[in-house]
């Protein structure tokens, strides 16, 4: 199972990053997909998730409105639109799948991307 994040960088506070995450080796319309990021010395915490179906999304409270996230089935793709960029949306983004049924449940994690939000 592999999960790979593009589309970080540096951008300047206003201005938009879109995120990619190309995912292989597992059945991806089955799997509920995320971003989270974390901060230096901090937990993970989750920015926004799309059911496997592509019906529901839900976001964090500090991204709400400025962030959107979207799949493709088709192409086992998972996209973060970033938009109004904030310095404090600085963090390392990862990408994640899972699959949950009854008491079985599976992740997996992408690598990481550094995201910068500077003047």
């Known amino acids: 199972v592999e999960l790979v994040e593009s589309g970080g960088g540096w951008v300047q506070p206003g201005r938009s990053l879109r995120l990619s995450c190309a995912v292989s080796g597992l059945t991806f319309r089955s799997y509920d997909m995320s971003w989270y990021r974390q901060y230096p010395g901090k937990e993970r915490e989750l920015v926004a998730q799309?059911?496997?179906?592509?019906?529901?999304?839900k976001y964090a409270d500090a991204v709400q409105g400025r962030f959107i996230i979207s799949r493709n089935n088709a192409e086992n793709t998972v996209d973060l639109e970033m938009n109004s960029l904030k310095p404090e949306d600085t963090a390392v983004y990862y990408c994640?799948?899972?699959?949950?049924?009854?008491?079985?449940?599976?992740?997996?994690w992408g690598q990481g991307i550094q995201v910068t939000v500077s003047s």
């Open positions: 799309i059911k496997w179906n592509g019906n529901s999304t």
């Open positions: 994640n799948a899972a699959f949950e049924m009854g008491s079985l449940y599976i992740d997996y």
